[in-house]
């Protein structure tokens, strides 16, 4: 996984860690605004972006937006000049950044399947 600064989306990350191998992880922001994917290529709303909230991430504290659309969602990337946090996709798409002490985001795995 591409954990390089330029994976975050600023240009100068003193957080960035070094390239891990992963079976399965959380989105990086490049990952989350590749178009390639399928996604916006900015932090604003994206409709690709947005994810629906199980039942069981409710029962275990993720939060849905007040229409019931959506939830918001941890980014493995960490925002650019705060070290206790980290960025998220909120309900409507769009990508910011947290505290990481924030209980009511939820995790969205994701995984390269060679097939």
């Not at 975050?8 to 992963?22: N, P, R, S, V």
Request: with cysteine; hydrophobic share 35%; charged share 20%.
């Amino acid at each position: 996984m591409d954990n390089s600064a330029e994976s975050t989306g600023y240009t100068d990350d003193k957080f960035a860690c070094a390239d891990t191998e992963d079976k399965i992880f959380l989105l990086s922001y490049a990952q989350a605004a590749n178009a390639e994917y399928g996604f916006s290529e900015d932090k604003k709303g994206c409709a690709a972006r947005e994810r629906s909230v199980s039942d069981y991430s409710r029962a275990t504290g993720a939060s849905v937006s007040p229409n019931g659309s959506g939830g918001s969602w941890w980014l493995r990337s960490p925002a650019g000049a705060v070290s206790d946090s980290a960025q998220c996709v909120q309900h409507n798409g769009a990508i910011k950044d947290a505290k990481v002490m924030v209980a009511y985001n939820g995790v969205v795995p994701a995984l390269h399947l060679t097939l």
